[in-house]
Nanobody, 117 residues
Framework: QVQLVESGGGLVQPGGSLTLSCAAS????????IGWFRQAPGKQREGVSCINSGDSTFVKGRFTISRDNAKNAVYLQMNSLKPEDTAVYYC???????????????WGQGTQVTVSS
């Protein structure tokens, strides 16, 4: 059973940093592209970053994605956070390679990130 569990969200001040983690289980991480999406209230879910099994990445914006196949984990390093980055962040997985139209087959439950002073 494929499972993706996000952690690391919270409240941070503008200009601050957060690192989100995604713990994967039930599948071989290296066989999948893993990405992060976010959804703000009243807005559509949008892709933030994606990383292929060969570590090539597709990044939209200021964040850095990385993966550790040995730990079955993927990370999203977010720096210089802005209030408009406030959203629920989702970890996602797909056998399709990352692209501008990448979408996922599997989703985590999400973790809330709030950027506010």
């Amino acid at each position: 059973q494929v499972q993706l569990v996000e952690s690391g969200g919270g409240l941070v001040q503008p200009g601050g940093s957060l690192t989100l983690s995604c713990a994967a289980s039930g599948f071989i991480l290296d066989d999948y592209a893993i990405g992060w999406f976010r959804q703000a209230p009243g807005k559509q879910r949008e892709g933030v970053s994606c990383i292929n099994s060969g570590d090539s990445t597709f990044v939209k914006g200021r964040f850095t994605i990385s993966r550790d196949n040995a730990k079955n984990a993927v990370y999203l390093q977010m720096n210089s956070l802005k209030p408009e980055d406030t959203a629920v962040y989702y970890c996602a997985a797909s056998t399709d390679r990352c692209s501008s139209t990448w979408w996922a087959d599997y989703w985590g439950q999400g973790t809330q990130v709030t950027v506010s002073s």
